[in-house]
Structures are given as C-alpha cells and as structure tokens.
C-alpha cells in the first residue's frame, strides 16, 4: 500500500493534519492503534479554545495558540461541531498578584490576543455573579471559547475522508524502516513522508526513525463533571493566576450543558494510568471553590482523568526531524486549541517538500449526525416520520435515539464500541452515566455490525463487556 504521506496518531493534531492535507493532491493516510480515533489526550481534557495569552512570546504554543483560536469559531460551523465562544477570566485574588495579572495581560497583546482586558473583581462578579467575592481582578479574554474535543477531532478525520483521506483503526505503528522511496511502516505502508502526531508515544515513533532521540513524559489531569443541573453556575471559563505546572485549577461550563472543574497536574511513569486519586480530587475541589464558592459537589456525576505528554522543553516539537519525516509532538496546553494552525503549518510544509498543488474540488464542509434533543417540534417529528428509529429513545438522560446511534455507527469513521457511541452522540455521557442505556447501545452494535453481543466492547479489544449468558456451559 503506497502513500505519499501518513499520519500517525489520530487525536485532534494528527486529525487536523489530515484534513489540510486532503486539500492537496496527495494520496493521504491516518494510522491510529486504538478502535476510535479520539481515544487519548484528545478525549480527556478541558476543551477550551485558550484566547493565547498564556505562552511565552515568540514560541510556537503563542503563535497556534492565537491562530487556532481564530479559525476554530469558522471551523465549528464548516463542519458541524459544537463551539460557544463563552469568553474566560483569568482571577487574583490579592492586590499583590496584580503584577502577575498585568504581565499575563501584556503577553496576550504581544501574542495577538484581540478583546484583553483586566476587570476590576466588582466588574467580574456583575458579568459571573457567581465568582467568590475574594476575587480581587480578572483579565478577562472574550475571544476564548469552549468546544466538544470529541466532534471536533471526528469532524476532521470525516472531512479528510470526504476528500480522500484513508483512517486505518486498530493500527498500531511497531516498525519503520527507511528505504529507497520513502518509509516502510509496519512491513505494509509505504510512504514518502510520516507525520508523528502520535501523543504520549510520540517520542516513540520518533526514535524509531531519529538519530537525536526525545523523550516525552505524562503529566496526569484528574476533573470532575458535574449535571446539566448545575451547568449554568458559571457561564466563563474561570481560570486562576497560572504557576510553574499550568493553567491553574479551572471552573467551566461545558459546550453541551454541563460544569467541569479540573485538572490537577501530576507527573507519572506510566503513560496508561488514567485512575484518578482521591487525593488530586480533593484538591481540585478546594482549589476550584477559591473562583467559585458555591460549587455542590453533590452534582458530580463522574470524576476522570487525562494525560498529556510533556517534552523537555517547554514548547511544542513541530519540525522536520529527519527527511521527510515531521513531528508534530509535546502538544500538551493549548494543544487543542492550536490544532488547526497547527494542521495548516505543517501541511504547508509538507505540500512544499512534495511539490503538492492544491485540488479545485476540495469538499470544504461536513454534515453532522442529527442531534435530536436540539431540534424544534416539526423538524423532529418530519425526521421521526421519515426513519422510525428516532422515534425510539435509548439514553434518557441525553434524549439519544436509536436513529442517532445507528447513524454513528455507520459513519464515514465508523463507531464500533461503547465508548465510540458516547464520543459522538452522547448515550451514556448523562446523569446516570450509561446505568440505563448501555445495554441497549451494546444490542444496537452488534445488530447493525452483525456479531455476537459478547465481540462488543467498552473501547479496545481488550474490553469486553459480556462473556456469556447465565446458566451457560462454559
């Protein structure tokens, strides 16, 4: 199988790239280890679009930053993604912070950040009445937004489809070796140019190739999500004063109703070890109640982590790191946020390294899966009539129908599990955190992919669900 370049990793960054590559003309291709893409820090983090005054001046993180948050409002309406430019505070809580506030200001103007400024804590309280009246000032960013991490980066990887992209799931990248024409991947991809966009393993991909070796560690984020109950207790994103591990512990609303407050920032060997600790849990509790006082805990309806790879440096690793060989690595904050420049940089790049043109006929927008909890009487009920199945509501809490997950189930990137279902249509993701719709999901998988209820699995192959029936014979 000959490309002229694939991508490895299907998390935002390398979904990204794949879709501005399929604005070339270039046989493109995606190899991604796990079921979905989707499946590793893209699908557990805050899924805020930073405004991008955080970065140090003249890095790349600065400049994606900026850039990214600017296409991302177009983007979410190309290709049909939930994005609510919501705006953020970033909260002091003393007098004598001022000065680190006032230095957050100025970088984001060197930066590029459009509509900063600094709020008196009076001022803030009037915009979110919720905020602790211990807030002294807030620099306050219009331009940031939040965004649903999971459609974003599907919406790229079908766009890219659309256009003649190939995604290969359950891929796992273990050997590459250089050659006459390019790279051999796995004994069965030949390519003249790879993308590592591969995350944590990263610096794996790259030392298989590289002579100047990286290695990439995981920093742990645990969060909570509260019910849609709650959701509105904050309409910002309220960071606090950022220190040496990030951003600091946020308060925000979710794209689609919810509260998060989170993350911790844990260093582990591990790049597996998703559990969350009380421990980390505690302290984003009383961390987060410094912005926000007034946050029931009695609303939390799941708690989780994610893990973001860290270089050594304290920038992104974007470059040709050997010939014809691109990385795209030690994407942590604000990696999702940069995506799209970064998917534009590096496509660039590539397209002038190939001598690529661009198509006339690139497919520039998307269409979603119908979202029935957002439609208007009529339109629900002249859909409901033209496929019973949305009819049939399987996930209460999220009002999913059965019309909505068999459409995800036949998409152009095809969910297969559990997890894939509650990644693009929500059944599961509610109040009760699957308790009810899960074994009814699980039927309408095996139905539609015609296998047995036992071959479903929660994510990867190593999930399974069921083993068998009661009162079976082993």
């Known amino acids: 199988m000959k ?19 399929s604005k070339y003309n270039l046989k493109i291709a995606l190899l991604e280890k796990e079921e ?10 805050s899924a805020i ?6 970065a140090e001046n003249g890095t790349l993180k600065a400049r994606f930053n900026v850039e990214g948050c600017k296409l991302t409002k177009q983007l979410a309406k190309d290709l049909d993604f939930t994005y609510i430019n919501n705006g953020s505070f970033v909260v002091c809580f003393d007098e004598t912070d001022m000065p680190g506030l006032e230095n957050l200001y100025e970088r984001g103007i060197k930066n590029g950040v459009e509509g900063l400024e600094i709020i008196s804590g009076e001022k803030a309280r009037e915009l979110e009445p919720n905020l602790s009246k211990n807030v002294y000032a807030a620099l306050y960013a219009k331009s940031a937004g939040i965004v649903c991490p999971f459609e974003m980066t599907i919406a790229f990887g079908e766009n890219a489809i659309a256009n003649g992209a190939e995604i290969f799931l359950n891929t796992k990248v273990e050997k590459i070796i250089k050659n006459d024409e390019g790279y051999l991947i796995n004994d069965k991809y030949q390519t003249r140019c790879i993308v590592n966009a591969a995350g944590l393993y990263g610096d794996f991909i790259h030392n298989l190739v590289c002579e100047e070796k990286i290695e990439l560690s995981a920093r742990k984020g645990d969060y909570c999500l509260f019910d849609k109950e709650v959701g509105s207790l904050v309409k910002h994103t309220i960071f606090q004063l950022p220190n040496k591990f990030g ?10 109703g919810n509260m998060l407050i989170g993350p911790s920032a844990t260093d582990i060997l591990d790049k597996e070890a998703t559990a969350t600790t009380q421990k980390d849990l505690n302290m984003i509790i009383e961390k987060s109640r410094l912005s926000v006082e007034c946050i029931p805990m009695n609303k939390v309806i799941t708690s989780f982590s994610g893990l973001r790879a860290r270089p050594s440096g304290n920038d992104f690793i974007i470059k040709e790191a050997a010939d014809n060989f691109f990385d795209a690595v030690g994407i942590e904050s604000p990696g999702l ?8 940089y590096l496509s660039e790049m590539i397209a002038n390294k190939l001598n690529a043109r661009k198509k006339d006929n690139f497919i520039n927008t998307r269409k979603g899966i119908n979202k029935l909890n ?5 339109t629900r009920a002249k859909l409901i009539k033209e496929n019973p199945l949305y009819g049939n509501i399987i996930c209460r809490c999220e009002e999913i129908s059965e019309g909505e997950i068999v459409d995800a189930i036949h998409r152009p990137i095809p969910a297969t599990s559990l997890d894939a279902i509650k990644r693009r249509v929500r059944a599961g993701m509610g109040r ?3 308790g009810f719709c899960s074994p009814k999901v699980m039927e309408i998988i095996a139905r539609e992919l015609n296998k047995p209820l036992q071959e479903v699995t929660k994510n990867n192959s190593a999930s399974l669900l069921v083993y068998g029936r009661l009162g079976e014979e082993e």
């Open 432 to 434: 009760c955190q699957g």
């Open 3 to 21: 490309y002229d370049v694939i991508v490895v990793g299907g998390g935002v960054i390398g979904c990204a790239i794949l879709r501005e590559l």
């Open 247 to 256: 951003k600091g512990v946020l308060v925000a609303p979710t794209a689609h």
């Open 49 to 54: 679009i930073h405004a991008g005054y955080d």
């Open 36 to 45: 979905d893409v989707c499946s590793g820090t893209s699908k557990a983090n």
């Open 374 to 378: 957002k439609m208007d009487k009529e």
């Open 337 to 344: 946020s940069s995506a799209p420049a970064i998917g534009v």
